[in-house]
């Protein structure tokens, strides 16, 4: 029961560098949230780390704001993990919606620059049915996309920037209880396998829904780029679906599959999100 208030709410984490750290203990953050709620973690430089840069170690009134972080090289002693991870075991009573509930105010996490590189594999690990997470308008590089396992429900994945390269994917759910499903909505995903035309790598996989049911969640106007122009889907035990199959079942309406654009199109995009000056700066000597 959290509804008395005596946690940890409304601290503001911003402007800091914060590297090499967990030199003894290997399952630490920059930033480690439990039993916590309502906080701001912003405008910070995170990185050589050897787990996450930042860790929800549970779900507890929800609220927070992860905004405006530049976060790289975590995970460097580990796996299964995220540069920003969360965990949500079990339920907290708290007052944060206004009333006592079991529900949690959404954690925004928006216009952070997120390198899932070394053991790192989404760019947010929403793990072990993390719920009420709303990631939108970042940048991911070398990152799976969205993620959500054990029954995690309303979040919302949209306006993200994804680059998947290696066998990194768009989104990889699980089961849903209807009325429960996330969203993941006008995303850009470029999976890139380096231009190859042969095996997998001509039509790579691009999601995979656990539970193919349009009560579940239903991707909707993602635009979706490869090598060859060519990607597929998995959808319960359908796999090697193409967007046209998709959309003849009702999933991914307004959805586009085109091939990679050029480097400079793509920064364009990165700098919009991030909000960076569109032109080139350029140095002083």
Same mark, same amino acid.
């Given at each position: ?125 929403? /793990?072990?049915?993390? $719920?009420? &997470?709303? %990631? ?5 590089? #070398?990152? =799976?996309? @969205? ?17 998947? /390269?290696?066998?990194? $994917?768009? &989104?990889? %759910? ?5 009325? #429960?499903? =996330?969203? @993941? ?101």
């Amino acid at each position: 029961d959290g509804t008395g208030g005596a946690q940890p709410r409304f601290c503001r984490v911003e402007s800091n560098v914060m590297s090499n750290l967990g030199l003894y203990e290997k399952q630490s953050s920059a930033w480690g949230q439990n039993k916590a709620c309502q906080n701001t973690i912003r405008n910070n430089v995170m990185f050589h780390l050897p787990r996450a840069a930042i860790n929800f170690n549970d779900g507890l009134g929800g609220g927070n704001l992860v905004e405006g972080n530049v976060i790289f090289d975590t995970c460097r002693e580990s796996g299964d993990h995220g540069p920003i991870n969360s965990w949500d075991r079990m339920p907290f009573l708290t007052d944060t919606t206004g009333s006592p509930s079991f529900a949690a105010l959404p954690t925004h996490t928006r216009h952070n620059l997120i390198w899932a590189n070394y053991g790192a594999s989404q760019g947010f690990d929403n /793990d072990d049915g993390s $719920s009420f &997470y709303y %990631t939108h308008h970042n940048v991911f590089y #070398q990152s =799976d996309g @969205f993620k959500m396992d054990y029954g995690g429900h309303s979040s919302r994945f949209y306006d993200n920037l994804v680059y998947a /390269d290696g066998r990194k $994917s768009c &989104y990889g %759910t699980g089961s849903f209880l209807e009325g #429960q499903a =996330d969203t @993941f909505v006008n995303n850009t995903c470029i999976v890139a396998r380096g231009g190859s035309a042969n095996g997998d790598d001509a039509a790579p996989s691009l999601g995979h829904m656990y539970q193919c049911s349009i009560k579940g969640m239903n991707p909707t106007y993602n635009r979706y780029y490869t090598d060859t122009g060519n990607g597929t889907f998995a959808c319960g035990n359908q796999e090697g679906l193409t967007l046209q199959s998709m959309q003849q079942q009702g999933f991914e309406l307004g959805s586009t599959v085109s091939t990679i654009p050029s480097t400079d199109t793509i920064l364009k995009w990165a700098r919009n999100i991030l909000k960076m000056p569109s032109q080139k700066v350029q140095a002083i000597v």
